[in-house]
Every structure is written in structure tokens, then in C-alpha cells.
């Protein structure tokens, strides 16, 4: 079962450290991990945010995205 992450192409792809940071998930858990890349998410004023399955995150960095999907993670609950 994969863990959903969505972000909005035009506002959050533009924070480098977030994006790297979720790159550096999708690494470490590629058969875990499902990115879901949207047009828009209609959360400008919230920018960067994500949803994490159908947890709404605003305003979020890079250390809450690192720290919210490990939690998710059945492999990392397991350990």
C-alpha cells in the first residue's frame, strides 16, 4: 500500500529545498511512496502546502514533510 503525497506544480514545485526533500522520500521509499503532481491545488495563500493522503498541510517545510511521511510509512512504523 502506497503512501499518497500531492503537491500544486505551480506554486510548491518552486521551493527547491521541499521538492529535494521529497525527492530524497521517493528515493528512499520508492515502492512506498505515490506523487501526485497537480495544476493547481487552489492553496496559493497556503503555498508551500501538500496534502499527505487527505491530510491538508500549509505552509509546510521541508523537516514537517520528512517527519509526516515517515510517520505514515508502514516500514517505518514497523521499525
Do not use: G, W
Request: glycine letters at 0%; a negative charge; charged letters at 15%.
Amino acid at each position: 500500500m502506497s503512501l499518497t503525497v500531492t503537491f500544486c506544480a505551480l506554486c510548491t514545485a518552486q521551493y527547491y529545498p521541499l521538492m529535494q526533500t521529497l525527492h530524497n522520500l521517493q528515493c528512499e521509499y520508492p515502492d512506498e511512496l505515490f506523487i501526485v503532481e497537480l495544476n493547481c491545488m487552489a492553496a496559493c495563500e497556503d503555498v508551500p502546502a501538500m496534502l499527505i493522503e487527505s491530510e491538508y498541510l500549509p505552509r509546510i517545510t521541508p523537516e514537517t514533510l520528512y517527519e509526516r511521511v515517515r510517520a505514515q510509512l508502514p516500514a517505518y512504523q514497523n521499525n
